[in-house]
């Protein structure tokens, strides 16, 4: 996963990012749920979103509908 290329509308500031790098990997989970589209989103292991979704700090409506979400389907 090192210097995986990623897309122009989540990551602007970089061509590459380290996936294996744990704060690179919730950085890009978080601009994943930001700017992601939904083959972004289901491409995300929703179990590891849900163990990092305190720590993600998305914006109030994004959080809520995350754990709504997560919660429904089993993942919380």
Same mark, same amino acid.
């Given at each position: 996963m090192t210097g995986d290329p &990623?897309? /122009?509308?989540? &990551? +602007?500031s970089t061509d590459q990012i380290d @996936?294996?790098?744990? !704060?690179?990997r919730q950085w890009y989970i978080r601009q &994943? @749920? *930001? $700017? %992601? =589209?939904?083959s972004d989103i289901q491409a995300l292991n929703l179990n590891e979103v849900a163990r990092l *979704?305190?720590? @993600? $700090?998305?914006?109030? $409506? *994004?959080? =809520? *509908? +995350? /754990?709504? !979400? @997560?919660?429904?389907? %089993?993942y919380a």
């Open positions: &990623v897309p /122009r509308y989540i &990551v +602007w @996936l294996a790098d744990p !704060f690179q &994943v @749920l *930001l $700017h %992601g =589209r939904a *979704l305190d720590d @993600l $700090h998305l914006p109030t $409506h *994004l959080d =809520r *509908l +995350w /754990r709504t !979400f @997560l919660e429904t389907k %089993g």
